[in-house]
Nanobody
Framework: QVQLVESGGGLVQPGGSLRLSCAYSGRFFSDYAMGWYRQAPGKQRELVAT???????NYADSVKGRFTISRDNAKNTVYLQMNSLKPEDTAVYHCNAHRVVIVRTQQYDYWGQGTQVTVSS
C-alpha cells in the first residue's frame, strides 16, 4: 500500500516559480514511475511530467523548458520545479505513482490528494 502527499502549491505571479513536492510512504519507491498531472476547472486531466525509477523523464510540450521533474530515491520524494509560470498553468496538481510487474502483468496505481497552483496577477 502506498500513500502520496503533495505540498508546495500556492498563489504566484505570472513569471514566478514554485516547487512542488510529493512525499511517498510505502515500500518499493524505486520500482515506481512517478508523475505529475494537473486538472483545471472544467478541463480534462493532463499529464505534466513523468520520471522513471531510473531517472528517465518525459514532459508535456506545454511545459518543456519551464518545468523540471526530479526524484530523490533516498528520501522517497518526487519534485516538480516550475519556472516562468503562466496563468494557464493554474490547476490542481496531483502526484501519481505507477508500477508494472512485467512477468505477471500486474499494475499498481496511486494518487495523491492534490495541491492547488494559482498563477494570477
Amino acid at each position: 500500500q502506498v500513500q502520496l502527499v503533495e505540498s508546495g502549491g500556492g498563489l504566484v505571479q505570472p513569471g514566478g516559480s514554485l516547487r512542488l513536492s510529493c512525499a511517498y510512504s510505502g515500500r518499493f519507491f524505486s520500482d515506481y514511475a512517478m508523475g505529475w498531472y494537473r486538472q483545471a476547472p472544467g478541463k480534462q486531466r493532463e499529464l505534466v511530467a513523468t520520471i522513471t525509477g531510473g531517472g528517465s523523464t518525459n514532459y508535456a510540450d506545454s511545459v518543456k523548458g519551464r518545468f523540471t521533474i526530479s526524484r530523490d530515491n533516498a528520501k522517497n520524494t518526487v519534485y516538480l520545479q516550475m519556472n516562468s509560470l503562466k496563468p494557464e498553468d493554474t490547476a490542481v496538481y496531483h502526484c501519481n505513482a505507477h508500477r508494472v510487474v512485467i512477468v505477471r502483468t500486474q499494475q499498481y496505481d496511486y494518487w495523491g490528494q492534490g495541491t492547488q497552483v494559482t498563477v494570477s496577477s
